[in-house]
């Protein structure tokens, strides 16, 4: 991004009751985590930042403060500062796990931020299950966080035929975990496919990019030890934070 587009986007709002270093921050890991600045893009000094914004050097110091508590930034000096490569996840695929577990494995601290919680009919949703169409389910909207950053937005079913005590459940925890405590129901295996999107609008708001950016559409179905389906699950991750793993055996070669 040039400089005089950067100053232009980073001007605070004065007029504003949020301090101008938060709004010169929030701005600034928009911008990072959107992709418009690149790692390793260097960033103005705090010197040259303030007088380009028309603010003090304390306030720039702590807008950038604000960074570099998110390891987003490294100094250089007198040469002002760079943009660090953001950090790049990447969970072994192969095993049925849920949110919480995988989080765990990489040494995360998993949370959730629950968006809707409803009872509800849907034909589609009926189809995929193979039940009737009066069936009831389930229908969570959560956004999973990993250590406070918002790493997927995802809207999951479940079939309350199968499952009746997930009507009472209050979404604290891993519902892999609640059904097995609560409902008897052990989660063996999963099918699920991974697609390249764009994040739609509200997927955008909850990563915070200044525009649509790319991200992973994950669809899973969930069945139970005797092959029932309990879970469909769409979840959107995002794409510069995810780098999944998959081992690969080498099978016999030929002759």
Not at 32 to 59: D, W, Y
Request: charged share 25%; proline share 5%.
């Amino acid at each position: 991004m040039k400089s005089e587009n950067l100053i232009e986007q980073l001007a605070p709002d004065r007029k504003m009751a949020e301090p101008s270093y938060l709004q010169v921050a929030h701005k600034l890991t928009r911008l990072i985590e959107s992709g418009e600045i690149m790692a390793g893009q260097s960033l103005p000094s705090e010197r040259v930042l303030a007088e380009k914004l028309q603010l003090s050097r304390t306030t720039v110091r702590r807008a950038y403060d604000e960074l570099r508590a998110k390891d987003y930034l490294s100094t250089h000096g007198r040469f002002g500062v760079a943009v660090k490569a953001l950090p790049r996840l990447s969970p072994q695929l192969g095993r049925l796990k849920g949110f919480t577990e995988e989080m765990r494995e990489l040494g995360m601290m998993p949370s959730t931020r629950l968006l809707e919680r409803d009872i509800v009919t849907d034909r589609t949703i009926s189809s995929l299950f193979r039940r009737p169409t009066t069936a009831r389910f389930l229908r969570l909207v959560r956004v999973r966080l990993g250590d406070g950053t918002p790493l997927s937005r995802e809207v999951a079913w479940y079939d309350l035929t199968a499952a009746p005590e997930l009507s009472d459940w209050d979404v604290v925890g891993s519902a892999y975990q609640y059904l097995y405590d609560y409902c008897g129901i052990s989660l063996t295996h999963g099918e699920q496919t991974i697609e390249a999107v764009m994040s739609s609008d509200a997927e955008t708001e909850v990563f915070e990019f200044a525009r649509p950016g790319p991200c992973l559409l994950m669809k899973r179905k969930t069945y139970s030890a005797f092959g029932q389906m309990i879970e469909y699950v769409e979840g959107t991750f995002r794409g510069d934070a995810y780098a999944y793993r998959l081992t690969l055996n080498l099978g016999s070669l030929p002759l």
